[in-house]
């Protein structure tokens, strides 16, 4: 079956704009979560969402959100750019309760996110 | 506030040897660890989990152990391949979805 997918692979965006990630989880996986991953930082939670809502958020300012279409794909999407912004940006899909747990989630190979 | 602590970034073991990686972490309310492992450009790959009730959880070549006492927890890889060589992350959730990953080691197998 088809894992998960991140599109755009890449993308170069200028400080004070504002961008779109977008992921598309396993077929019949209902949750799905976002993190950020920088050199040093390892991996960051961003937010978590089931059934289109949020269940779960990290330590990010208001800058960073998201959302969950009914089909279960799921958009990220940052405002007002920073330098600091830029990082691989990787989502993660998982059956109900079962991503923490027993197999862990399944990762998308991320969208690399360049603020200049 | 680092919950997850990964202290060697890096590390080379002879093919063949066993690997040890090891992970600590601060928060006692964590009661599921796992590992993944990443190669550039891909996303982290699960490889094993293990419950906070259980000491010991092996499959195959990789075995976990996690010591609660002393808030620790190891991979072991036995015997080390070339194609173990990648960034491995412990991370640790308190049973809901957010996992809390540590800053990463890269194993390097040297043939």
């Known amino acids: 079956k088809a894992g998960v997918t991140q599109t755009p692979r890449y993308l170069i965006k200028t400080r004070g704009q504002q961008v779109t990630l977008s992921c598309s989880p396993i077929?019949?996986?209902?949750?799905v979560s976002w993190y950020q991953q920088t050199p040093g930082q390892g991996l960051q939670f961003l937010f978590e969402?089931?059934?289109?809502?949020?269940?779960n958020k990290g330590n990010f300012p208001g800058r960073f959100s998201g959302r969950q279409f009914s089909n279960s794909r799921s958009e990220m999407n940052v405002s007002t750019l920073e330098l600091g912004d830029s990082a691989l940006y990787l989502c993660?899909?998982?059956?109900?309760?079962?991503?923490?747990?027993?197999?862990?989630?399944?990762f998308g190979s991320g969208t690399r996110l360049t603020v200049v | 506030d680092q919950q997850v602590k990964q202290n060697s970034p890096s590390l080379s073991v002879q093919e063949g040897r066993i690997s040890i990686l090891n992970c600590d972490y601060t928060?006692?309310?964590?009661?599921?660890f796992l590992w993944y492992k990443k190669y550039p450009a891909e996303g982290p790959t699960f490889l094993i989990s293990i419950s906070s009730i259980k000491d010991k959880n092996e499959d195959g070549r990789f075995t976990v152990f996690l010591n609660k006492s002393a808030k620790h927890l190891s991979l072991h890889i036995v015997p080390s391949q070339p194609g173990d060589s990648a960034v491995y992350f412990c991370?640790?959730?308190?049973?809901?979805?957010?996992?809390?990953f540590g800053t990463g080691t890269r194993l390097t197998i040297i043939p």
């Open positions: 077929s019949g996986h209902r949750s």
């Open positions: 993660a899909s998982s059956l109900e309760g079962q991503g923490a747990k027993n197999y862990g989630y399944t």
């Open positions: 991370a640790a959730s308190t049973g809901n979805e957010k996992l809390t």
């Open positions: 969402y089931f059934s289109e809502t949020q269940r």
């Open positions: 928060n006692s309310m964590f009661d599921y």
